[in-house]
Nanobody, 116 residues
């Protein structure tokens, strides 16, 4: 199985932006949806956003209007543009593939820390 690789995390101030990337080799050719999740310390992992294989984006209520998901199929990469970041966005962010021909494995994640 090929693990997805998340990148782009960092430490920012409230109101700033970050762009995360999820590279999942084979995701495009296998017709995989890519979902972003996050897990804050001491909390359960929660769904953040989905880039469906046909290109439709979906967002959780807590990030809609601030986060934008996009993809570059030539690179098998999905991006999560995060604007107007808040302290409650602090978490480890993960991506995962979904689909019958898609790897079910989690990547290592990328840490996002937002301080006020």
């Amino acid at each position: 199985q090929v693990l997805p690789v998340e990148s782009g995390g960092g430490s920012v101030q409230v109101g700033e932006s970050l762009r995360l990337a999820c590279t999942a080799p084979g995701a495009t050719s296998n017709g995989c949806d890519i979902r972003w999740y996050r897990q804050a310390a001491g909390k359960q992992r929660e769904w953040v956003s989905t880039m469906a294989s046909e290109g439709t984006p979906y967002y959780s209520g807590s990030v809609r209007g601030r986060f934008t998901v996009s993809k570059d199929e030539s690179k098998d990469t999905v991006y999560l543009q995060m604007n107007s970041l808040k302290p409650e966005d602090t978490a480890m962010y993960y991506c995962k593939q979904f689909g019958s021909r898609c790897s079910p494995d989690w990547g290592q994640g990328t840490q996002v820390t937002v301080s006020s």
